[in-house]
């Protein structure tokens, strides 16, 4: 079925949920010769942190999408934290736009989980995916993000229950050397290090009798 597709977006609210998230399947797409684009929304800005705390981010997520395969990057530079404070329609048209102008097949987008920017990108997406004459939009997939989509309030908030699972066997070496690219996310933190990632990884492989998966929730899939 991945043959079938040309273009694909992964929108990450931050640097480093695209390679968390999404970051075998981008390298499976690439190596099919298939064009994955990532749009990065926004990330460690002032006033809330330091400068170059988002600097180092940004050129971390190059090396790890140089590596994933991805070389069409969008950075929207928004404050991360502080999404929600955006007028929503000037936040949505900022993520039309880059929408429109990729025109893909396929899109994955953040799961609503425990981070407010995740809940907003998401709200953001599902208004500008809505069907449209002339879109070429065949499919929609949530993903999840270690540390922030498993901390959700069972049953009260929603929680993450995939039903799409893809097979990174393949490429999970790739997804671990780009995360590794992301030392200043990684460093020294217990939910999100290469042990956690490789760890739901094999989890996700053994729900579908495979080494590595990645997981998703299907939103929309018209055919």
Known sequence: MLNKFKKVLVVAPHP???TLGVGGTIKK??????????LIVGGHLPPVYKEEHYKQTEK????????????????????????NEEPIVDFNKSLLDVINKVN??????????????????????????????????????AYETLSETHWNANYIEPNFIPDVFIDISAEYKFKEKALERYSSQIKNNKARNIDAIKGLASFRGSQNNTKYCEAFKLIRFNF
């Not at 797409?29 to 990532?38: H, L, P």
């Open 16 to 18: 480093d949920d695209e």
């Open 104 to 141: 893909p097949e396929v899109i994955f987008i953040p799961f609503p989980d425990r981070h407010i920017d995740h809940k907003v990108v998401f709200k953001s997406c599902m208004v500008c995916t809505r069907p449209k004459k002339n879109s070429k939009l065949k499919m929609i997939l």
């Open 60 to 83: 971390e997520c190059k090396k790890a999408c140089d590596i994933l395969g991805s070389k069409k990057l969008f950075f929207l530079k928004k404050i991360a934290t502080k999404f």
């Open 29 to 38: 797409f690439t190596k099919k010769k298939i064009d994955v684009s990532i």
